[in-house]
């Protein structure tokens, strides 16, 4: 026989939603991270996915610090994040971008040119960009370009964005040939993979409560 409790529905605790003041500090705390894989990955001649991958490659060719062409390669994905994922998003995601290309000019001016391992700035390089990502992720925002792309698809079709993301890179990595050595492309490929890794295992659909 069914008691009269157990007929009752649950009632579900609602999701505690981030305060504007945890916003502020995640998005900074997200763009430092990566902004300073992005460093380790530049101070390496490595390069890894996305449009920070993208404007690292274009960084070896052309004369032009990292942070001024990584926010003009972010520019045409802007319009697809107002399109399908809003203005609150989008802005979020434009001053991530803006804060990431201000502090990708700090880092050298503070620390200076280093020699690192390539194996270590690999490595290291993109587990700081894949946590930076996965702290403005929880804080409904992104770096833009590939990030957006890999999210709405998420949304829409229920794929993983670490995995859409991790085959978007590829073609990005596979492109360094023509400006870094083999070796180093192979390692980048190896870091590119972790990176995708990292957000497929913690940024999955229905894991954490919405924010």
Not at 42 to 61: D, F, N, P
Not at 97 to 120: F, N, T
């Amino acid at each position: 026989m069914t008691s009269t409790t157990d007929a009752l529905p649950v009632q579900q605790t609602p999701p505690l939603r981030h305060s504007l003041t945890e916003d502020i500090l995640g998005l900074i705390t997200g763009c430092f991270a990566a902004s300073l894989g992005l460093f380790l990955l530049e101070s390496s001649e490595a390069v890894t996915g996305g449009t920070a991958g993208l404007a690292l490659l274009v960084g070896y060719a052309v004369d032009l610090p990292l942070g001024v062409i990584f926010l003009g390669v972010n520019m045409p994905f802007f319009a697809l994040a107002v399109w399908k994922k809003g203005w609150d998003f989008t802005l979020r995601t434009i001053g991530a971008v803006a804060l990431v290309s201000v502090l990708s000019s700090v880092h050298p001016a503070v620390l200076g040119d280093i020699v690192i391992a390539p194996l270590y700035g690999v490595l290291g390089g993109n587990l700081l960009a894949s946590i930076g990502l996965l702290i403005l992720f929880r804080h409904r925002s992104s770096l833009g370009g590939f990030n957006i792309l890999a999210l709405i698809l998420q949304e829409r079709l229920n794929w993983r964005a670490g995995f859409v993301q991790m085959v978007l890179d590829v073609a990005i990595v596979l492109a360094a040939l023509a400006f870094v050595p083999p070796l180093v492309v192979i390692l980048s490929a190896v870091g590119a993979m972790l990176m995708n890794l990292v957000l497929a295992l913690n940024h999955r659909p229905g894991r954490y409560l919405p924010s």
